[in-house]
Structure formats: structure tokens, C-alpha cells
């Protein structure tokens, strides 16, 4: 059996802190590298328009993979629990498609 390690590092969109100083972290930022203990990486832009950002791609496919989920595909909950755990459901149905096809 394979033993899952956590994540070292994180990647984040320019929106948050892109024209900030080192020194200068977001909150949200500040607060995932104390409580998780990861690296923060935020991802740079090079100029005006649109372009490529590396690895932008896996939030993007997680974010399709969610919206199958039909309670997942507008906000239709109230509570922020409710939805976190919607969204733990529709990962375990996937990953349970995936250890298990038809």
C-alpha cells in the first residue's frame, strides 16, 4: 500500500498578491503557510493578456470534475460545512468510478 504524503508547497493565483512585497503576505497566505506548514509559490504573470499560467490547469480539471456534482454546480447551500462536505462526496464518488469502473 502506498502511504499519501502531504503537500510541500502551494500554488496560488497572481490575484492574490501579485504586486505585493515579499514581507507584505496576504492573510490567507500568511495563515496556510502557519497551519499547514507549506512553501507558498504565487504564481507570476509575464505581461498584459492572456497567457498560460503553469500548472493552472490541475485547479481547473478539479473544478470540472466538481461541477458533475449537480448540488456542486451552482451554490445552492447555505452553510459552508454542508458545502465542504458536498464537496468531499463528489471526490469519493470519483475516486470510487476510478478504483472501480463499470
Not at 8 to 36: M, R, T
Request: glycine share 4%; proline share 8%.
Amino acid at each position: 500500500s502506498r502511504k499519501i504524503q502531504p503537500a510541500k508547497s502551494a500554488l496560488y493565483d497572481p490575484a492574490f498578491g501579485n504586486d505585493l512585497k515579499p514581507i507584505d503576505k496576504p492573510p490567507l497566505i500568511h495563515w496556510c503557510e502557519q497551519v499547514f506548514g507549506v512553501q507558498v509559490e504565487i504564481s507570476r504573470r509575464l505581461g498584459n493578456g492572456f497567457q498560460v499560467i503553469p500548472k493552472r490547469w490541475i485547479v481547473e480539471r478539479t473544478f470540472g470534475w466538481l461541477n458533475f456534482a449537480r448540488r456542486l454546480s451552482k451554490d445552492y447551500e447555505v452553510r459552508p460545512d454542508v458545502s465542504e462536505s458536498m464537496i468531499y462526496v463528489a471526490m469519493i464518488h470519483l475516486m470510487l468510478k476510478r478504483l472501480h469502473p463499470t
